[in-house]
Structures are given as C-alpha cells and as structure tokens.
C-alpha cells in the first residue's frame, strides 16, 4: 500500500476536539507503529536528501517529534519554535491567527546564524498561521527556508496560500 493511502487509514478523525465544530486529525497512531513511523521519516529523508539543509526547525509541539527523528535520519541539529515563555534566553516572537484562537511562537534569537538553509517541520497544515509565523522568525534571523515539510495537509483550508511561494511538502493530503 502506499505511503499515502496507508496513512490515510491510520490517522484518525475525532470531531469536535479540542472545541466544536473542528474535525482534529489524530496522528498519535502513526507513532505507535515503528513500521509506519519509519515509513514517515524515511520519505521526508528522502523528499530532502541531496538539499543544501543546515538544520531542522520543529514547530511545538508534534513538530518537535518528527522534527527530532527527522534530524536523526539526516544528521542535522534541530532548533526549537515555542509557545510563549517556554524558552529561557533572548526570544524573537511572532503572533498569528489559528484554525482556533490566536498564539504567539518564539525562537532563541541566537538559534540560527543569517544565510543557514533550514527545513520547518510541523505535523499538520491547516490555515497556515502557525507555519508562516514559524517562516517569519526564520528569516526574521536572516536565515533561508528550504522547505517547509508536513505529515499532514488539509487543503480545504487553503494553508499554502498563506505560505507565500515557499516549498511546501506534505506526505498526506486530505
Ligand atoms: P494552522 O496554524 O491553522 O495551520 O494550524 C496548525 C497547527 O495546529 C498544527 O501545529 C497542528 O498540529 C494544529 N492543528 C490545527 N488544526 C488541526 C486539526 N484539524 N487536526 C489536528 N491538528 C490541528
């Protein structure tokens, strides 16, 4: 079976969480599975391999996971975008809108140097504020985004639009 079509079975619908009328998408079960957990790195490695990509930058918090395994199977550093006041040093910060509410992301704003190439990663794309927030305070450090990678798409909510141009990747699309 395809990557594709087996995630499609695997990650599951839970309608209204975290608040009604938002159908979450539940990716908890591909990291129970060390065969379908591998499947997902191995072609996010191989979508990347060969790119000029310094490191990886995983969004809070299911970013941080396939972020981190990510950067295992590429050798790369990873560095952290987090919810407010969760980092301890000298932050750059960036507010956007939500599917539901509104957040603010930070990053270490020594975490990058100007001119690194980086790949973003999050588990899911919906209305994209969370990803283009993340994009602003990559190149707000004055580093390039090579990608910007997801497990999951929901195209209906027309997230790229907000992306701007900037290569997007994801592995499903519902
Ligand atoms: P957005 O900023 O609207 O693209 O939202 C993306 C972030 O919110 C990601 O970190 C997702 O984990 C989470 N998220 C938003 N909508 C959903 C959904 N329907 N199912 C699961 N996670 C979601």
Same mark, same amino acid.
């Given at each position: 079976m *395809?990557?594709?079509? %087996?995630l499609? $079975?695997?990650i599951l619908d839970v309608p209204d969480f975290p608040i009604a009328g938002i159908v979450f998408k539940d990716i908890t079960?591909? &990291? %129970? @599975? +060390?065969e379908t957990l591998a499947r997902v790195i191995e072609a996010l490695a191989a979508r990347y391999e060969g790119e000029r990509i310094s490191r990886i930058v995983g969004i809070e918090s299911r970013g941080f996971i396939f972020g981190t395994a990510l950067a295992l199977a590429m050798k790369k550093g990873v /560095? &952290?975008?987090r919810k407010p006041g969760k980092l301890p040093r000298a932050t750059r910060s /960036?507010?956007? +809108? &939500? $599917?539901?509410?509104? @957040?603010? &992301?930070e990053i270490h704003a020594d975490a990058l140097e100007a001119g690194e190439r980086v790949l973003i990663i999050d588990d899911l794309l919906a209305t994209g504020g969370t990803a283009a927030a993340a994009c602003e305070l990559v190149e707000g450090l004055g580093a390039e985004i090579a990608g910007? +990678?997801?497990v999951v798409e929901? *195209?209906?909510l027309g997230g790229r639009a907000k992306l701007e141009g900037r290569p997007i990747h994801s592995l499903v699309t519902f």
């Open positions: *395809s990557l594709e079509q %087996h499609k $079975e695997t079960p591909i &990291l %129970h @599975d +060390a /560095v &952290l975008v /960036v507010s956007y +809108a &939500l $599917e539901y509410g509104t @957040d603010t &992301l910007v +990678a997801f929901l *195209s209906f």
